[in-house]
C-alpha cells in the first residue's frame, strides 16, 4: 500500500523499531484524515496540503491514539511525520522510563505548580499576602497621599479637572513607578513608554521563575511555553501618551499591545516554546 511504500523509503537500523510503528501509525492517521492526498515521511504537512483544522483534527487523533497530549503548536516544531514520530517515541520513552523508576498515578495531563509569584494591593509577595490572611485583614485604603501630585498631572493632560475628593478608598499598588529596565535589557525609552501592564507581568514572571528554582540561565534557549492570561480595561494609558508624545507613537504602539505580553518575557529569557497572550 501507500503506507508501505513510504516506510519502505526510510532507511532503518537496529532498534528503530518503535519509531517505525509510530511512523505507519501517523502515516495512518494523516491519510485518513488528509482523504486521499499524498503523505511522506519527510514532507512538511503544509507540502501534505493540511489546513487548520486539519492540523486540529490530527492533533486530536494522535492524543486518542498515543494517550499524550499533543497541542497544534508542536506540529509547527516537528513539521514533518519522521521528527514528529521521533518526538513522540523520545516522550513515550521517557514516560516509560519515569513510571519504572517512580510507579505513580501522573497522567500526562497532570500539572504541577512549582512556583508562584504575585502583586496585590497590601502585598508584593507570597509571604505578605499569607500574612494578610492569617490576620483576617485587608488593604482597602485610601487614595495613597504620594501618588496624588502624578494623578492630578494625569487629569490636567486629558483636560479633566481634579477634584481631591473624587478619589474613593480602594485596594491600590505600591511602587507602581518603580521598574529595572535595564535588567530586563530595554531602552530607557522603551521602557518609559510601555503599558504598566507590560512592566508588572514582567517582574512577576522573572519572581515566579526565581521561585520555582530557574532563574539565571538555566532556562535559555529551552523548549518552554509562555501562556499570559490578560485583560485590558480601558485606553488610559494610551490617551496619556497620545495627548503628551505624539510625536513618539512609534516607541510606544508595539509596546502597549497585548499580544506582546508574553512574547517579552520569552524573549528576554530566549525560550523556545510558543508565546501565547489569552
Given amino acids: 500500500?501507500?503506507?508501505?511504500?513510504?516506510?519502505?523509503?526510510?532507511?532503518?537500523?537496529?532498534?528503530?523499531?518503535?519509531?517505525?510503528?509510530?511512523?505507519?501509525?501517523?502515516?495512518?492517521?494523516?491519510?485518513?484524515?488528509?482523504?486521499?492526498?499524498?503523505?511522506?515521511?519527510?514532507?512538511?504537512?503544509?507540502?501534505?496540503?493540511?489546513?487548520?483544522?486539519?492540523?486540529?483534527?490530527?492533533?486530536?487523533?494522535?492524543?486518542?491514539?498515543?494517550?499524550?497530549?499533543?497541542?497544534?503548536?508542536?506540529?509547527?516544531?516537528?513539521?514533518?511525520?519522521?521528527?514528529?514520530?521521533?518526538?513522540?517515541?523520545?516522550?513515550?520513552?521517557?514516560?516509560?522510563?519515569?513510571?519504572?523508576?517512580?510507579p505513580s498515578h501522573v497522567t500526562p495531563k497532570d500539572i504541577a505548580i512549582i512556583g508562584m509569584s504575585l502583586n496585590v494591593p497590601g502585598a508584593s509577595t507570597k509571604s505578605d499576602f499569607w500574612n494578610l490572611l492569617e490576620k483576617g485583614e485587608h488593604s482597602i485604603r485610601e487614595y495613597p497621599a504620594s501618588r496624588l501630585k502624578d494623578a492630578a498631572d494625569y487629569l490636567k493632560s486629558i483636560q479633566s479637572e481634579f477634584n481631591e475628593n473624587q478619589f474613593v478608598k480602594g485596594g491600590y499598588l505600591d511602587d507602581m513607578d518603580r521598574f529595572d529596565y535595564s535588567f530586563f535589557r530595554l531602552a530607557p525609552k522603551t521602557a518609559q513608554f510601555m503599558d504598566p501592564n507590560q512592566r508588572l507581568f514582567l517582574q512577576s514572571a522573572w519572581h515566579a521563575i526565581e521561585d520555582a528554582g530557574y532563574a539565571g540561565g538555566s532556562m535559555n534557549g529551552s523548549r518552554v511555553g509562555v501562556y499570559a492570561g490578560y485583560s485590558k480595561v480601558g485606553y488610559d494609558y494610551e490617551r496619556l501618551?497620545?495627548?503628551?508624545?505624539?510625536?513618539?507613537?512609534?516607541?510606544?504602539?508595539?509596546?502597549?499591545?497585548?499580544?506582546?505580553?508574553?512574547?517579552r518575557i520569552a524573549y528576554f529569557l530566549n525560550l523556545k516554546g510558543p508565546a501565547v497572550t489569552v
Fill in 1 to 102: 500500500s501507500a503506507i508501505n511504500e513510504c516506510l519502505e523509503s526510510s532507511p532503518e537500523t537496529s532498534g528503530q523499531t518503535p519509531i517505525h510503528e509510530i511512523e505507519t501509525e501517523l502515516l495512518s492517521i494523516f491519510s485518513d484524515v488528509l482523504n486521499g492526498k499524498k503523505v511522506h515521511l519527510a514532507d512538511s504537512y503544509f507540502d501534505m496540503g493540511a489546513n487548520s483544522l486539519q492540523l486540529s483534527q490530527i492533533a486530536e487523533r494522535i492524543e486518542q491514539k498515543f494517550g499524550r497530549e499533543l497541542a497544534v503548536s508542536d506540529l509547527f516544531t516537528y513539521p514533518s511525520i519522521t521528527e514528529l514520530a521521533a518526538y513522540l517515541s523520545e516522550s513515550r520513552a521517557e514516560i516509560k522510563q519515569d513510571v519504572t523508576a517512580k
Fill in 241 to 263: 501618551l497620545s495627548a503628551n508624545y505624539p510625536e513618539e507613537l512609534h516607541q510606544y504602539i508595539v509596546g502597549n499591545l497585548p499580544s506582546v505580553l508574553a512574547s
